[in-house]
């Protein structure tokens, strides 16, 4: 809810607010909504997928318990 306060356009919403206008505006429209959803999604996926050896190497250091 921040977001859709302190902004005052369309344009500088932040990426989950805006999917919500895409809902309210596109009601019923499954498929749109759906290509949507996916194309934010997958920047965030990309980056997991270049440093996934990085991840895993923090998941791992951090599962040890050192006495």
Request: charged share 10%; glycine share 2%; net charge positive.
């Amino acid at each position: 809810m921040w977001p859709v306060i302190v902004t005052n356009s369309i344009n500088q919403r932040t990426l989950t607010s805006g999917l919500k206008v895409l809902q309210s505006s596109m009601y019923n429209q499954y498929a749109k909504l759906a290509v949507a959803t996916v194309i934010s999604a997958s920047p965030v996926f990309l980056l997991y997928l270049v440093a996934q050896k990085y991840f895993l190497k923090g998941i791992s250091l951090s599962s040890v318990k050192k006495s």
